[in-house]
């Protein structure tokens, strides 16, 4: 996607570059393959923004693709279709310590170039929205921390962070850059070469090198650590779910950008939006879940009262 966005927005008119075509380095390679952006669809989604007073945002991993995350389910380069590796699942995680120490070790290795990805102008476009007035909250289903390295604030971080940590027993939230010296020093002599980074800063190790891990205990009260993100096969907490369901009620139109709504936890906003009737627009490479019609590149709108 490389198109120009130009919309009203209370404090005067505002162009913004939504996304940059990246044909540089890794961060391109994520990106999934689309054919140019039909002009038409970008003026509609101009009018739409420009029409919005109370614009609520989703995010999903498409978001990021240009930051060198890959998603999981788009074609060619998406994690799916690349490898046979599939997200943790958290009943295995609770469940096992060894599946803990592999999940730690693949982690530890992953991190230092996971949480070095930067926001890219996808980001910046919707953290600039919110200083304008014009974004009125924005979920993300992202763990990567890239709308907060961005600024902004009035953000719902769906399936948690994987830049903070938690302690299954007591509960305590600790950053994740002071675990990754703490596995420092248990680890002074193990290394491991990251082969291959998923969206959660998953890498992959033999067993051999997951074996000799060592992995550090909650420092308050000893118990098992986990991110503090939602792995699949967890549900989101009721809280949490309840207070974006408000803000969706309370906004006028919700525009999702770089999601295929295929995870039941996002795409539960859109039926509620559906539900009140707010008109919504879907910016996404590849097929979406709303996506009825055979559009293979994504803006979707979808005006009130009007049933794809
Ligand atoms: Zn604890």
């Known amino acids: 996607?490389?198109?120009?966005?130009?919309?009203?927005?209370?404090?005067?008119?505002?162009?913004?570059?939504?996304?940059q075509q990246c044909s540089h380095g890794s961060?391109?390679?994520?990106?999934?393959?689309?054919?140019?952006?039909?002009?038409?669809?970008?003026?509609?989604?101009?009018?739409?923004?420009?029409?919005?007073?109370?614009?609520?945002?989703?995010?999903g991993a498409g978001i990021s693709t240009e930051s060198g995350i890959p998603d999981y389910r788009s074609e060619k380069v998406g994690l799916y279709a690349r490898t046979d590796r599939r997200p943790i699942q958290h009943g295995d995680f609770v469940r096992s310590a060894p599946i803990r120490q592999r999940y730690w070790a693949r982690n530890f290795v992953g991190w230092p170039q996971f949480s070095s990805h930067q926001p890219n102008p996808a980001h910046w476009a919707l953290s600039n929205w919110e200083r304008l007035g014009k974004l009125y909250w924005l979920v993300t289903q992202n763990v990567?921390?890239?709308?907060?390295?961005?600024?902004?604030?009035?953000?719902?971080?769906?399936h948690g962070s994987m830049h903070r940590v938690l302690c299954l027993d007591c509960g305590e939230q600790t950053p994740r850059g002071a675990l990754q010296e703490r596995f420092e020093v248990l680890n002074p002599t193990w290394s491991a070469e990251a082969h291959g980074l998923a969206p959660d800063g998953d890498v992959f190790l033999t067993e051999e090198q997951v074996r000799?891990?060592?992995?550090?205990?909650?420092?308050?009260?000893?118990?098992?650590?986990?991110?503090?993100?939602?792995?699949?096969?967890?549900?989101?907490?009721?809280?949490?779910?309840?207070?974006?369901?408000?803000?969706v009620k309370e906004a006028d139109?919700?525009?999702?950008?770089?999601s295929s709504?295929?995870?039941y936890s996002g795409y539960r906003f859109i039926l509620t939006a559906r539900e009140k009737k707010l008109p919504i627009a879907i910016l996404n490479i590849g097929p979406t879940r709303l996506m009825f019609l055979s559009q293979k590149l994504g803006l979707s709108l979808y005006p009130a009262a009007k049933d794809p």
């Open 27 to 59: 961060t391109g390679l994520f990106v999934p393959p689309s054919p140019p952006v039909d002009p038409e669809k970008v003026k509609e989604l101009q009018r739409f923004i420009t029409l919005s007073k109370r614009l609520l945002v989703m995010t």
């Open 1 to 19: 996607m490389n198109f120009g966005l130009t919309f009203r927005a209370a404090k005067g008119c505002w162009t913004v570059n939504l996304s």
């Open 261 to 263: 709504l295929q995870v």
């Open 212 to 247: 000799s891990f060592q992995v550090a205990p909650c420092a308050r009260c000893g118990g098992p650590l986990k991110p503090d993100v939602v792995f699949f096969g967890d549900t989101v907490n009721s809280d949490k779910v309840d207070f974006v369901h408000r803000r």
């Open 144 to 158: 990567d921390a890239l709308h907060t390295k961005a600024g902004s604030q009035r953000l719902t971080e769906l």
């Open 253 to 258: 139109s919700l525009l999702v950008v770089g």
